[in-house]
T-cell receptor, first 112, second 116 residues
Framework: AQSVTQPDIHITVSEGASLELRCNYS??????LFWYVQSPGQGLQLLLK??????LVQGIKGFEAEFKRSQSSFNLRKPSVHWSDAAEYFC??????????FGTGTRLQVFP | DVKVTQSSRYLVKRTGEKVFLECVQD?????MFWYRQDPGLGLRLIYF???????EKGDIPEGYSVSREKKERFSLILESASTNQTSMYLC???????????????FGPGTRLTVT
């Protein structure tokens, strides 16, 4: 069955530190890949997406992600975290249907 | 600016009540989705609609039904609410998948439902 794994349930970083959130998918075919962010009590907001082409994609709020086919990964990165980045982050993949499969999320805590 | 709205942010209902959660999108999207979000479980798809009056069961449809009479509106119905349906409910919409692949889903703010 198709699945998405976010191995880190909770990550804590200091403000100004770099960040990498991991995402792996299980299915062999190249999926369409998304990262969403959810602030407390809010819905999900799209950070970035990958469909094809350049494997390094830029998103909003200074985030980027890199698709690595050989590792079935789509990790999210940010060079310098701000306190306002504290939120929950979801990776999602889509194949040849209209539905997306979501990971279980990674909660990011930022210390001043 | 794209917008998905949900009728209530917080809702408290009693066991056995019939509960309606409403979702409206103003983007003329073909697809609409209802998810349930629980800690540690991520988002789980309850139902999906790809057109007016068309629906497809998701991963956890038991205890829920849906209605889509108009393109912009997608309702989730709990026929007889139970305490294990206490959760955050998220509605989303998207364009129909195109030749380039999946389109992103746009989410509403969520409804936190408590069943007592």
């Amino acid at each position: 069955a198709q699945s998405v794994t976010q191995p880190d349930i909770h990550i804590t970083v200091s403000e100004g530190a770099s960040l990498e959130l991991r995402c792996n998918y299980s299915y062999g075919a190249t999926p369409y890949l998304f990262w969403y962010v959810q602030s407390p009590g809010q819905g999900l907001q799209l950070l970035l997406k990958y469909f094809s082409g350049d494997t390094l994609v830029q998103g909003i709020k200074g985030f980027e992600a890199e698709f690595k086919r050989s590792q079935s990964s789509f990790n999210l990165r940010k060079p310098s975290v701000h306190w306002s980045d504290a939120a929950e982050y979801f990776c999602a993949v889509g194949y040849n249907t209209d539905k997306l499969i979501f990971g279980t999320g990674t909660r990011l805590q930022v210390f001043p | 600016d794209v917008k998905v709205t949900q009728s209530s942010r917080y809702l408290v209902k009693r066991t056995g009540e019939k509960v309606f959660l409403e979702c409206v999108q103003d983007m003329d999207h073909e697809n609409m989705f209802w998810y349930r979000q629980d800690p540690g479980l991520g988002l789980r798809l309850i139902y999906f609609s790809y057109d007016v009056k068309m629906k497809e069961k998701g991963d956890i449809p038991e205890g829920y039904s849906v209605s889509r009479e108009k393109k912009e509106r997608f309702s989730l119905i709990l026929e007889s609410a139970s305490t294990n349906q206490t959760s955050m409910y998220l509605c989303a919409s998207s364009l129909e998948r195109g030749a380039s692949g999946n389109y992103e889903q746009y989410f509403g703010p969520g409804t936190r439902l408590t069943v007592t």
